[in-house]
C-alpha cells in the first residue's frame, strides 16, 4: 500500500492500489473506476450526522450503533443523506414491528415493556412471578 491514508475498505471490484481510491489514477471528481462516489472521512461522518438527524425514529446511541453496523459501507457511501435516513428510519421500523409481534420487549437489560398491558416492569419483579404453564 502507499503512503496515502485508506480511508475504507477497498470495494470487491477494485483491482489496483490497494483498495485506496483517493490516491488511485481512476479516481476522477471525486468517484471511483466505476462513478461510485468516494467520501473522505469527515464528508461520510457529516453525512451520517445529517441523515440520523433526519431519520424517523428513536436515535439512542446503541441503537443508531446497531442499524449502521446492518448497512454496508458501500451502501452508506453511495445513498444521500436523504436516502440513508430512509434506510435507517426502515430499519428502525421493521425492528419495532418484530418486537410488537412478540408483544414483549426487554428495555435496558433492567426491564421489560409488556405490550398489550403498556406498561414497564422492573425484571427483577418480573423473576419474582411464578410461570404459568399452559398445555
Request: aromatic share 6%; charged share 35%; net charge positive.
Amino acid at each position: 500500500m502507499n503512503n496515502a491514508k485508506r480511508t475504507r475498505k477497498a470495494p470487491p471490484y477494485c483491482v489496483q492500489n490497494d483498495g485506496n481510491c483517493w490516491s488511485c489514477s481512476l479516481n476522477n471528481y471525486g468517484r471511483d473506476c466505476i462513478n461510485n462516489p468516494i467520501l473522505k472521512p469527515k464528508t461520510r461522518k457529516r453525512k451520517i450526522d445529517r441523515a440520523i438527524e433526519l431519520a424517523k425514529c428513536f436515535k439512542g446511541r446503541e441503537t443508531i450503533k446497531h442499524i449502521l453496523s446492518i448497512i454496508s459501507e458501500e451502501l452508506q457511501e453511495r445513498l444521500s443523506s436523504e436516502e440513508l435516513a430512509q434506510v435507517i428510519t426502515a430499519i428502525d421500523k421493521a425492528y419495532k414491528l418484530g418486537i410488537l409481534s412478540c408483544r414483549a420487549e426487554v428495555v435496558d437489560d433492567d426491564a421489560i415493556w409488556v405490550e398489550p398491558l403498556k406498561n414497564l416492569y422492573d425484571i427483577e419483579d418480573i423473576k419474582k412471578l411464578t410461570p404459568v404453564r399452559r398445555k
